[in-house]
């Protein structure tokens, strides 16, 4: 039954149907498939609840900054400024962007949110300067899903409620994970950079450092207000998403780039990407409805133990199933159904909890740039306008090696746990 929706689904897509009415009616044939079509009386009720989560707000608030950015001109001036920092380097606006991630991670905790707002800045800001739209794409999709490993961290804290376990351990665990994905990535977009001699290098033109630093000065001020109001508790992350907007508005005013249209404007597509991307959000909450009725996730777990696995063997295995659930559930629903069933297991072969949370989200976050769901492609192929396909194979590089990095959080439980130890989180 589950591979049969997963193949309607890459049959819709293919064909070339939206993705919001392929994930909508390949649920819906689900349940009828299964004898479950009594239980679609109670999706609207599921939606409502999987949608009504405070932390979802942060999305639609950081697609309006985006839109109030690029229609003020502080995307251009920020880019100027990068463009002078690391413009020497080759691929040196791809670096700018994974930079902004990282910087976004420390922000919203939601790779979804990450992309929303950086296709919606970055990814126009590259093809501007020379790059290929789908490589902007791909690049922003990738480097979106630092946001879940760096804290603050959604998933993070949901791992934490179902296991028990320390959130701020968790916090501290993300922080090496995330920058080694980072410097991964980086590495990656200098690879295709100097391979397809993307824009960048000694010869670049770049615009002079101090004009470009003096007329970025207030839009780079709005990042220190947002990340010093979470650090210093005064704002949580889906408050710090509103105060973005009303300080990137109040820096477009200062810019001169506001007025009655640019708002308007901005309202209106933030209003129409955010609908798309809710739709869609919808169809996955209606899906991991199905998947917990039909015990998808209980007989994992039989089939995993009826293996007799242990320790790495037990937790490779559970990697695998987890990259599986990652391309078809969305993270939250896939750590909700999945965790409270095959985690317990693994902490009684030893395995540390922190070291298995981040192992987890990290995998799950994979899920987020693989066909045929992944949540970041939808957003970043939705809001830059490029074919969701393609988007997929221009971000496979990306991926592989986010692949790679796991496979290092897997064997090397110090890249997890070396920072909660040296805090006092974990025992030596």
């Known amino acids: 039954m589950g591979w049969a929706v997963v193949v309607s689904m890459v049959i819709f897509l293919v064909s070339g149907t939206a993705i919001a009415y392929v994930a909508g009616a390949s649920t819906v044939l689900a349940y009828l498939a299964s004898d479950k079509s009594r239980y679609l009386a109670i999706l609207p009720q599921r939606i409502f609840a999987q949608l009504d989560v405070f932390a979802l707000m942060a999305m639609p608030l950081f697609i309006l900054t985006g839109e109030i950015m690029n229609r003020a001109g502080i995307t251009k001036a920020l880019i100027d400024f990068s463009m002078s920092v690391v413009g020497r380097l080759k691929g040196g606006l791809g670096h700018v962007n994974i930079m902004t991630s990282v910087f976004f991670a420390g922000i919203s905790g939601s790779a979804v949110a990450d992309a929303a707002a950086l296709s919606n800045t970055l990814v126009p800001a590259m093809e501007e300067q020379g790059y290929k739209r789908i490589y902007a794409a791909a690049v922003t999709a990738a480097s979106s899903v630092i946001g879940p490993i760096i804290p603050p961290s959604i998933i993070l804290i949901i791992y934490g409620a179902l296991m028990e376990t320390s959130v701020a351990a968790l916090f501290v665990a993300g922080i090496i994970p995330g920058l080694l994905l980072a410097f991964v990535l980086f590495a990656v977009n200098a690879f295709y950079a100097y391979r397809d001699n993307h824009p960048g290098g000694r010869n670049a033109d770049l615009p002079p450092f101090w004009p470009s630093f003096v007329k970025a000065a207030p839009a780079l001020a709005l990042p220190i207000i947002i990340v010093g109001g979470i650090i210093f508790g005064v704002v949580t992350p889906t408050e710090a998403a509103t105060l973005s907007v009303v300080t990137a508005t109040l820096v477009g005013m200062l810019y001169g780039g506001i007025d009655r249209s640019v708002i308007w404007e901005a309202l209106t597509r933030t209003a129409i990407l955010s609908g798309a991307i809710f739709i869609i959000l919808s169809a996955v909450a209606c899906l991991g409805y199905l998947a917990g009725l039909l015990q ?27 990259l599986i659930a990652g391309m078809i559930m969305d993270v939250p629903v896939a750590l909700t159904l999945l965790v409270p069933i095959l985690a317990p297991v693994a902490l009684q072969q030893g395995i540390d909890p922190v070291h298995l949370g981040i192992v987890l989200c990290f995998n799950l976050c994979i899920g987020l740039i693989t066909p045929p769901l992944g949540g970041c492609l939808i957003v970043t192929s939705t809001v830059a306008k490029v074919n969701y396909w393609e988007l997929a194979r221009a971000v496979l590089p990306f991926a592989l090696a986010e692949l790679v990095v796991l496979g290092c959080l897997v064997l090397i439980p110090e890249l997890s746990l070396f920072l909660p130890r040296l805090a006092g989180f974990v025992s030596r």
């Open 296 to 322: 998808w996730p209980q007989q994992l777990g039989n089939l995993v133990a009826a293996g007799g696995f242990s320790g790495l063997e037990y937790l490779l295995v559970m990697n695998l199933i987890f």
